[in-house]
């Protein structure tokens, strides 16, 4: 009902957001469109031109993003607290595919320290067979140690908009050890993608790792503040979902 009585001026912006965020949403589903063939060699959330660069992971921002690993994965994660770390779930399903992992399973890497995980939580309606929906693709981690004082990153309470600049660091399987971030992307659109819920999409070169990274902007002052979760990656494109930020409550 809100489109049927909208300003034109609104209508006249409301079919090209939906047209990117379907186009996106095929594009995530592993498909290919006109005008965008697949090659034999893409992996997700990469293009023919790798934008991506390392970044110093012990300077701010950087340095309040590290890794979640389990017992069969690796991923990115980020503190928003001194004892808390955002990252994607399905970074912690279990080998069988049927559940997460129970939290004394996960660890969080920072440089040379190391916290043990004590408790999570992940967005309602998680299911870990399907990774979906994807809009409930998050989970906040718990720490056993306070890593986040001095370097804890606050979570956006508010949407983003489109065009806004981003940037998306990782700790990805291509480049162990070296902490890369594309610098240089933007917001696409903010929207609805179907059964998968209101995501951000955004096209940030990010692959296998990047799972679970922030989605960082400036703020006025300066500084950054994460506005998005890494959730998915488009197979051979710089593009990808992440859950909003202000989807995630932090109790």
Do not use: Y
């Amino acid at each position: 009902m809100a489109a049927a009585i909208a300003a034109p001026e609104t209508r006249r912006g409301v079919l090209p957001t939906l047209r990117r965020a379907a186009a996106l949403l095929v594009l995530l589903a592993g498909f290919s469109v006109p005008g965008f063939p697949a090659l034999a060699e893409d992996v997700p959330g990469l293009g023919r031109n790798d934008t991506r660069r390392p970044v110093p992971a012990g300077r701010a921002p950087w340095h309040a993003v590290g890794e979640v690993e389990t017992p069969g994965n690796r991923c990115t994660g980020t503190l928003v607290g001194p004892r808390s770390v955002v990252t994607a779930a399905h970074c912690l399903i279990n080998e069988d595919a049927t559940a997460l992992v129970p939290a004394r399973e996960v660890t969080f890497r920072l440089g040379t320290r190391t916290a043990r995980v004590v408790a999570l939580r992940n967005g309602a309606g998680f299911d870990p067979r399907r990774e979906e929906p994807w809009r409930s693709d998050w989970a906040v981690l718990t720490l056993d140690a306070p890593l986040g004082e001095g370097r804890a990153l606050r979570l956006a309470r508010e949407a983003p908009r489109e065009g806004m600049a981003l940037a998306l660091p990782g700790w990805q399987h291509d480049r162990p050890g070296v902490l890369l971030a594309d610098i240089g992307c933007r917001v696409v659109v903010m929207a609805t993608f179907g059964v998968q819920g209101m995501l951000i999409g955004h096209n940030c070169a990010g692959t296998l790792g990047s799972s679970g990274a922030p989605l960082l902007a400036r703020t006025e002052d300066g500084g950054f503040v994460v506005i998005g979760v890494q959730a998915k990656a488009a197979l051979g494109r710089p593009l990808g979902v992440a859950v909003p930020a202000f989807a995630i409550p932090l109790r």
